[in-house]
């Protein structure tokens, strides 16, 4: 009993003695302490406004990339360059008829569209969009920095498609609504997953905190392998292409928002664009340097590129670069199978991520001086420990995949009809030719009676 009163007071003494660092190294950069609220209400319709924007631009900037692709035009009629067309697309949407099926559920169906619509504009709203800067004679930091709340809003947001397949009435939005609900889910914990590496090399969960400590190494470089997973999941999040099996038309119509028409629908069309935003801007903010110049720009005059509204220019440049590789991916890839898609994220993807986040901890430690006061000798034997794991891993799992992979032994002749319907030939085989009994068995199938013996001899 002594003892575990003495680890106890030991455990708490240790707690005590870490528990400042730990609260100053957490403690977000950002400071809103002394921000006028009429300020903070500007900030939050230039964010708005710089949504809507953006997405009208966006799905211009998409019909006309995509149309380059396939080699035709896109939208070049209304408005110089045919910027004006997704203007008009909205304003039709406007003036269409709003239906309602007759066995939905009135009060969830109208709040499935608002719900999905006002979650991905407030999980715009923790990130950092640039440094200090002056607005209207105040200093004020440009735009939001809060805490990390993207994924849990991203949890709200499921709400939204969910309600709207299941407040239809009709099953094809009930099935997509499901679809969509499962991959968002499991691709959020991926996506969770993928983000605690960036935690432990910042040491905070603030995104100011976070954009600040890469200031001298972006962290797409130490945790490459979570930026590759982050990228793949926020695809799968947005529900785009190759990705996007919620809507897939062949099979689901429209998915969750087929009975929805008019505004109701342009909330669901508005929210998805939004999303491809947010998640893009968090993928900035977390692996790109966020808001802060290019290293060899950044170097230039003691700084000055980092400084006041540059760092929006920076942080605008890097998130439409990643609106250009969701673009490059619905023109360049098909629609992936439901199936291999699922047994992609939870019997690849997570695992994978786990043991990546395990190897981070250990080479975060050894940087650390967990190990001993040799951090470089430590980092070194400790990276090649997971480099074996890793390689031992990989081999022990092509194994059991070529195992797997082998074929099953065909016989050269098949009789076409053995399970009673035909069936034809695979590539190498030669058919046996039917016996009689099975024509006759055949026959029967098809609802046509057996010939006698007599009826055969006269034909």
Request: net charge neutral; aromatic share 14%; charged share 15%.
């Amino acid at each position: 009993m002594s003892l575990i009163v003495s680890l106890a007071a030991g455990a708490q003494n240790g707690v005590h003695a870490i528990a400042p660092s730990l609260a100053s190294a957490d403690n977000p950069i950002a400071d809103f302490s002394d921000t006028p609220w009429w300020l903070s209400l500007i900030k939050a319709l230039l964010v708005f406004v710089f949504l809507l924007i953006n997405t009208l631009l966006v799905i211009w900037f998409e019909r006309r990339v995509i149309g380059r692709m396939q080699q035709r035009p896109g939208p070049n009629r209304t408005g110089p360059f045919g910027l004006l067309q997704t203007l008009a697309d909205g304003l039709k949407l406007a003036f269409k008829e709003d239906l309602t099926p007759k066995n939905a559920d009135k009060v969830v169906f109208l709040l499935a569209p608002m719900i999905a619509g006002a979650m991905a504009f407030i999980s715009f709203s923790i990130i950092p969009m640039g440094p200090v800067v002056s607005m209207f004679g105040a200093l004020a930091w440009a735009w939001c920095a809060t805490g990390l709340l993207v994924l849990a809003v991203a949890g709200v947001g499921v709400y939204g498609i969910i309600m709207a397949g299941w407040s239809s009435g009709s099953t094809y939005p009930l099935l997509g609504g499901l679809r969509s609900t499962a991959q968002v889910i499991s691709y959020e914990i991926a996506m969770g997953l993928s983000l605690v590496a960036v935690f432990l090399y910042s040491g905070s969960m603030s995104t100011s905190q976070i954009v600040a400590s890469q200031k001298s190494l972006w962290f797409i470089i130490p945790a490459f392998f979570s930026f590759l997973v982050y990228v793949v999941t926020m695809v799968g999040e947005t529900n785009r292409l190759p990705f996007d099996l919620a809507e897939g038309e062949g099979e689901l119509t429209g998915g969750f928002h087929t009975e929805y028409s008019s505004m109701k629908f342009a909330m669901f069309f508005l929210g998805e664009y939004v999303n491809m935003f947010t998640v893009s801007a968090l993928a900035t903010t977390m692996f790109l340097g966020g808001w802060q110049a290019p290293p060899g720009i950044a170097a230039i005059n003691d700084g000055m590129f980092n400084q006041g509204w540059w760092g929006l220019l920076w942080f605008v440049i890097k998130l439409w670069s990643f609106m250009f590789f969701f673009v490059w991916l619905r023109g360049s890839l098909p629609r992936v199978r439901y199936d291999q898609f699922m047994r992609f994220g939870w019997k690849f993807l997570i695992p994978v991520t786990l043991m990546w986040v395990v190897s981070v901890t250990f080479i975060r430690g050894a940087q650390l001086a967990f190990f001993g006061e040799s951090t470089r000798t430590a980092t070194v034997i400790v990276v090649g420990v997971i480099s074996l794991i890793a390689l031992a891993a990989a081999w022990l799992w092509e194994g059991q995949h070529e195992a797997a992979a082998v074929p099953a032994e065909r016989p050269e002749e098949i009789d076409p009809f053995a399970g009673g319907y035909p069936v034809p030939p695979m590539p190498g085989q030669r058919l046996r030719e039917p016996s009689q009994q099975a024509e006759r068995s055949l026959a029967g199938s098809t609802g046509h009676p057996e010939l006698s013996d007599q009826e055969e001899s006269r034909g």
